[in-house]
């Protein structure tokens, strides 16, 4: 898969995210703003509120509910915040940013 078809899905992972819920519970996510592929990472942005911690998940299956935690939580300083995400291999996966609990 190359990266513009990678950029195509992450995108549209955005979009559904609301019509999306696990299966234990809905996690509201955070809406995403921008996703870059840049050399051998993937960086993800979306709005944020200070002060609130944030943390990034991704999935290859909107189906199965099954999110997977990405690197750490970060608390936002200010309407923006970001994440970086290794490009590891060609398969597609979905990105949601929520507030950590």
């Known amino acids: 898969m190359n990266q513009a078809s990678q950029l195509t899905l992450i995108l549209a992972a955005s979009l559904l995210m609301c019509a ?18 840049v050399g051998d990472e993937t960086r993800i942005s979306g709005r944020s509120e200070p002060g609130k911690t944030y943390k990034l998940q991704k999935t290859e299956n909107l189906v199965s509910g099954k ?21 590891s291999s060609n398969r597609a996966c979905f990105y949601r940013i929520i507030v950590a609990e």
């Open 67 to 87: 999110w997977q935690d990405v690197g750490n939580t970060v608390t936002a300083s200010a309407d923006r915040i970001s994440f970086t995400d290794p490009v």
């Open 20 to 37: 999306c819920s696990t299966t234990q519970r809905h996690v509201p996510a955070r809406r995403i703003v921008e996703v870059n592929i």
